[in-house]
């Protein structure tokens, strides 16, 4: 088994060995942030600005050019995972928009549990990397079950607006139980300035002020009407 020991650092050591170590490490993986919680979640930084009126899907910024509208992230793992495992190839295409909403990698109700946090994890550690090169970042949440309020909200920064995606549960009442614990989790951890809520509208009030995105399949259904 291989193992990469890290020397402390000091005089004795060779002269360039600890930044060419750091070099072997995705830039944003070695940032250093401020933590929160027993698994040490990176604190995103809060977000206070202009919400534009409409977001473009982070696969279709190669092709928009409508530069004050924002960017979403809430695709398939498989769209948005470039965004993570080459973070350096889309900061300069980001940094063109109003804003960016932090990366919503996905958590499952039946995913194991160490899948989720990474990607709790993968959420924070990517949006503190973008604050850190001058794009202007809306947190986001997401959870999956019910265990998962213990850990997945940690990170979050408070008194900011925060973003969900929110898609149409029916008529499940457990679904729809567990996606109000979760927001009223929320709202009680991190005392949200307000919640933009991308996709269908919330069918109860979360105690803060919300502000609507339709998503892409909203606004086809309304163009077939």
Same mark, same amino acid.
């Given at each position: 088994?291989?193992?990469?020991? +890290?020397?402390?650092? /000091?005089?004795?050591?060779?002269?360039?060995?600890?930044?060419?170590? !750091?070099? *072997?490490?995705?830039?944003? %993986?070695?940032?250093?942030?401020?933590?929160?919680?027993?698994?040490?979640?990176?604190?995103?930084?809060?977000?206070?600005?202009?919400?534009?009126?409409?977001?473009?899907?982070?696969?279709?910024?190669?092709?928009?050019?409508?530069?004050?509208?924002?960017?979403?992230?809430?695709?398939?793992?498989?769209?948005?995972?470039?965004?993570?495992?080459?973070?350096?190839?889309?900061?300069?295409?980001?940094?063109?928009?109003?804003?960016?909403?932090?990366?919503?990698?996905?958590? +499952?109700?039946?995913? /194991?549990?160490?899948?989720?946090?990474?990607?709790?994890?993968?959420? !924070?550690? *990517?949006?503190?990397?973008? %604050?850190?090169?001058?794009?202007?970042?809306?947190?986001?949440?997401?959870?999956?079950?019910?265990?998962?309020?213990?850990?997945?909200?940690?990170?979050?920064?408070?008194?900011?607006?925060?973003?969900?995606?929110?898609?149409?549960?029916?008529?499940?009442?457990?679904?729809?139980?567990?996606?109000?614990?979760?927001?009223?989790?929320?709202?009680?951890?991190?005392?949200?300035?307000?919640?933009?809520?991308?996709?269908?509208?919330?069918?109860?009030?979360?105690?803060?002020?919300?502000?609507?995105?339709?998503?892409?399949?909203?606004?086809?259904?309304?163009?077939?009407?």
């Amino acid at each position: 088994m291989h193992k990469i020991i +890290f020397a402390s650092h /000091d005089s004795s050591n060779e002269p360039g060995k600890l930044e060419f170590i !750091r070099g *072997l490490m995705s830039p944003y %993986v070695y940032q250093q942030n401020s933590v929160e919680g027993i698994l040490d979640m990176p604190i995103v930084a809060p977000y206070n600005g202009e919400i534009p009126t409409a977001f473009v899907q982070f696969s279709d910024t190669p092709r928009n050019k409508e530069y004050t509208a924002g960017v979403h992230c809430y695709q398939t793992d498989e769209r948005i995972n470039p965004l993570w495992s080459n973070p350096t190839k889309y900061v300069a295409r980001l940094k063109q928009y109003t804003c960016v909403i932090a990366p919503d990698f996905s958590l +499952f109700l039946d995913l /194991d549990k160490m899948a989720n946090l990474w990607n709790v994890y993968r959420n !924070r550690k *990517l949006a503190n990397y973008w %604050v850190s090169q001058g794009i202007k970042v809306i947190p986001s949440a997401s959870w999956g079950n019910a265990d998962s309020l213990a850990y997945c909200f940690d990170g979050l920064p408070e008194k900011s607006i925060i973003s969900i995606g929110h898609i149409a549960i029916g008529k499940d009442r457990q679904l729809k139980q567990l996606y109000r614990l979760a927001l009223e989790t929320l709202v009680e951890k991190k005392s949200p300035t307000g919640l933009l809520v991308y996709g269908s509208p919330l069918d109860f009030n979360p105690g803060v002020k919300v502000y609507y995105r339709k998503d892409r399949i909203m606004k086809l259904r309304e163009l077939r009407k």
